[in-house]
C-alpha cells in the first residue's frame, strides 16, 4: 500500500511570497536580501562602485566642456557615476549591476533623469523645449562665433620696431615704478608699450613647452632674464615672457635653448606684469 502524504499549505504560501518577492526584487544603490542564484542560500548583498564606460565618457565631456576647470570638479563626479555592483558574500559571484546615471527613452511621457541619488521629473514635452532652446541658443553662438574677429593674442599684429629700450620701460613700467604709483605705470604703459614690437636682448632663464590635445591648448613660453635685472636678488624670478605657437620648425629652435644662453629676439607687448610677475 502506499500513501500520499498532502502539502502543506503553509509551505506553499511561504513559497509563493518568496517568489513574489524575488519578482519583485530591485538591485538598486543599496544592499538587498534575495537568494543567491549561485550558492542557493538566503544573503543579504554588499556592494562595490565600479569604474564603467559611463564613468569615463562623463570624465572626457567634462574636459572637453570645462578644460583645465574640470581638474576641480572630476573628482567630485568620478566617485557618483561608478556603477553599483552585488555580490553574493558568500560565493562573492556577480548578482547585478546597475548603472548610477539613468536616461530616459524618448517614448516616455514623463522622463526621469537620474544622476547618483538624484533623480529629476519631467515631462517629455518640457524636455523637447529645453533641448530647442539649447539648439537654438547654440547654433546662434556657433554662427556669431565664425563670424567675430580673432581677439586677444591671437588678434595681435606687428608693427614697425620700436627704438624703445628695455631701460626705458624699466623706469617707466618696472617693478619699483609699480610699487611707487601703479595707476601711473598702467597709463603708462598703455600709452607707450601696448602692441608695440621691440627687439631686444636677454638670456633664457627656462622654457615651458606648449600643448593641443582634445581641444585644450597651452602656448609655449620662453621666460628670459633682462640687463639690468628687475629683481637683481631673486635669481627664481624672470623679466619677461615670450609666448610662441607650437610649430614645427620653431620648437626645433626652442628645444635647443638652454638656461643662460644670450637671445636675441623681437616680440610685441601685451600686458604689464603686476605685483612682481613677468611682463
Known amino acids: 500500500m502506499s500513501y500520499i502524504v498532502p502539502r502543506d499549505k503553509k509551505d506553499d504560501n511561504k513559497r509563493d511570497v518568496q517568489e513574489e518577492e524575488e519578482d519583485d526584487l530591485v538591485f538598486d544603490q543599496v544592499p538587498v536580501k534575495v537568494a543567491c542564484p549561485h550558492c542557493s542560500v538566503s544573503i543579504i548583498t554588499y556592494i562595490e562602485h565600479e569604474s564603467s564606460w ?14 583645465w576647470a574640470a581638474l576641480c570638479i572630476v573628482p567630485v563626479v568620478y566617485p557618483l557615476v561608478k556603477d553599483v555592483v552585488h ?6 559571484r556577480v548578482l547585478a549591476t546597475r548603472s548610477r546615471v539613468v536616461l530616459p527613452s524618448v517614448r516616455d511621457e514623463v522622463m526621469s533623469f537620474r544622476f547618483g541619488s538624484c533623480a529629476m521629473v519631467l515631462a517629455r514635452k518640457y524636455v523637447l523645449a529645453l533641448v530647442a532652446m539649447m539648439s537654438l541658443i547654440g547654433s546662434i553662438h556657433w554662427i556669431r562665433s565664425g563670424s567675430t574677429p580673432a581677439t586677444g593674442i591671437e588678434a595681435i599684429v606687428r608693427s614697425e620696431l620700436s627704438v624703445l629700450r628695455w631701460e626705458d620701460f624699466l ?25 608695440q614690437t621691440l627687439h631686444w636682448q636677454g638670456s633664457v632663464h627656462r622654457v615651458e613647452e606648449g600643448f593641443n590635445f582634445l581641444g585644450l591648448s597651452q602656448r609655449g613660453a620662453i621666460f628670459v632674464d633682462m640687463t639690468p635685472q628687475q629683481f637683481p636678488n631673486k635669481r627664481d624670478m624672470s623679466d619677461i615672457v615670450l ?8 620648437g626645433q629652435k626652442i628645444a635647443t635653448l638652454k638656461k643662460g644662453m644670450g637671445l636675441d629676439f623681437t616680440a610685441t607687448m601685451v600686458e604689464v606684469g603686476r605685483r612682481g610677475s613677468p611682463h
Open 87 to 92: 555580490h553574493c558574500p558568500r560565493c562573492l
Open 243 to 250: 609666448l610662441y605657437k607650437e610649430e614645427k620648425e620653431l
Open 54 to 67: 559611463v564613468t569615463f565618457t562623463v570624465c572626457i565631456a567634462l574636459f572637453m566642456v570645462l578644460n
Open 171 to 195: 623706469q617707466d613700467c618696472g617693478f619699483k615704478s609699480y610699487l611707487g604709483n601703479p595707476i601711473h605705470v598702467t597709463v603708462a604703459f598703455n600709452e607707450k608699450y601696448k602692441n
